[in-house]
C-alpha cells in the first residue's frame, strides 16, 4: 500500500531535549516536506526537499533540522524543543512537488507537545 | 508574492443542505489550484484539482471551477452529508517558480465543516 509514515504518532517531552520525528515514504517520490498546523494558522511549511542530498527552508524553519540522506527517508530533528513547537506536524511527498499537476501524499501526523 | 484566502469557518450545515466555500488567490503566472480534505484525526488529501482557466475539478459530488477573471476557486456541493464533515484547505501552486519553490503548495488557513443529521 502507497503511504507516508510517521512516527512517533504522538509524543509529550520537556523543553530542550531533542527529539526526532522520522517520515518515509514507500512511493519513490523524490520531493518530500514538513508542516505544522496550527489553531488559526492553517498549514505552514518548514522545510522540504527537491531530491536526495538537496534540501531548502520553507516559511518557518527556525529551531528545526532536516537531512534527506536516501530518497525514502525525511526526518524532522528539533535539537533543543521549545513550548512554541507544541503543535501537529505533517510529512508529505509526490513526485514533483505537487506543484504542477502532481499531487501531494500527506502523513497521518504527529502530535507533538513540550511542557 | 502568492497567496490564498479561504472563508472562515467553521460552517454548520443540515445534512442534505448546499455547501459553497469561498477560495480566492493571487499569484503570478499559472497557477493550478487545488482543494484537500482532512478528515478527522487523519492527514490531508486530495479533493479535486484543475490546472487551468474554466477547468472544472470534480470528486465525490463536489466541484470547483478555475475562474481566472475572478481568482477563484469556490468548493461546492449540492447536498452534503455528515460524513463530509471534516477541514478543507485551497492551495495553489506556482508552475512558473524556478528551483525549489516551484514544487511548493501555498495553502488557505483552511475551512471546518460540520454537518448536522
Known amino acids: 500500500e502507497a503511504q507516508v509514515t510517521q512516527n512517533p504518532r504522538y509524543l509529550i517531552t520537556v523543553t530542550g531535549k531533542k527529539l526526532t520525528v522520522t517520515c518515509s515514504q514507500n512511493?519513490?517520490?523524490?520531493?518530500m516536506s514538513w508542516y505544522r498546523q496550527d489553531p488559526g494558522l492553517g498549514l505552514r511549511q518548514i522545510y522540504y526537499s527537491m531530491n536526495v542530498e538537496v534540501t531548502d527552508k520553507g516559511d518557518v524553519p527556525e529551531g528545526y533540522k532536516v537531512s534527506r540522506k536516501e530518497k525514502r527517508n525525511f526526518p524532522l530533528i528539533l535539537e533543543s524543543p521549545s513550548p512554541n513547537q507544541t503543535s501537529l506536524y505533517f510529512c508529505a511527498s509526490s513526485f514533483s512537488g505537487g506543484g504542477g499537476t502532481g499531487e501531494l501524499f500527506f502523513g497521518e501526523g504527529s502530535r507533538l507537545t513540550v511542557l | 508574492g502568492n497567496s490564498v484566502t479561504q472563508m472562515e469557518g467553521p460552517v454548520t450545515l443540515s445534512e442534505e443542505a448546499f455547501l459553497t466555500i469561498n477560495c480566492t488567490y493571487t499569484?503570478?503566472?499559472?497557477?493550478?489550484l487545488f482543494w484537500y480534505v482532512q478528515y478527522p484525526g487523519e492527514g490531508l488529501q486530495l479533493l479535486l484539482k484543475?490546472?487551468?482557466?474554466?477547468d472544472k475539478g470534480s470528486n465525490k459530488g463536489f466541484e470547483a471551477t478555475y475562474r481566472k477573471e475572478t481568482t477563484s476557486f469556490h468548493l461546492e456541493k449540492g447536498s452534503v452529508q455528515v460524513s463530509d464533515s471534516a477541514v478543507y484547505f485551497c492551495?495553489?501552486?506556482?508552475?512558473?517558480?524556478?528551483?525549489?519553490?516551484?514544487?511548493?503548495?501555498?495553502f488557505g488557513k483552511g475551512t471546518k465543516l460540520s454537518v448536522k443529521p
Open positions: 499569484a503570478t503566472g499559472y497557477p493550478s
Open positions: 492551495a495553489l501552486s506556482d508552475r512558473s517558480g524556478y528551483g525549489g519553490s516551484q514544487g511548493n503548495l501555498i
Open positions: 484543475a490546472t487551468k482557466a474554466d
Open positions: 512511493m519513490n517520490h523524490e520531493y
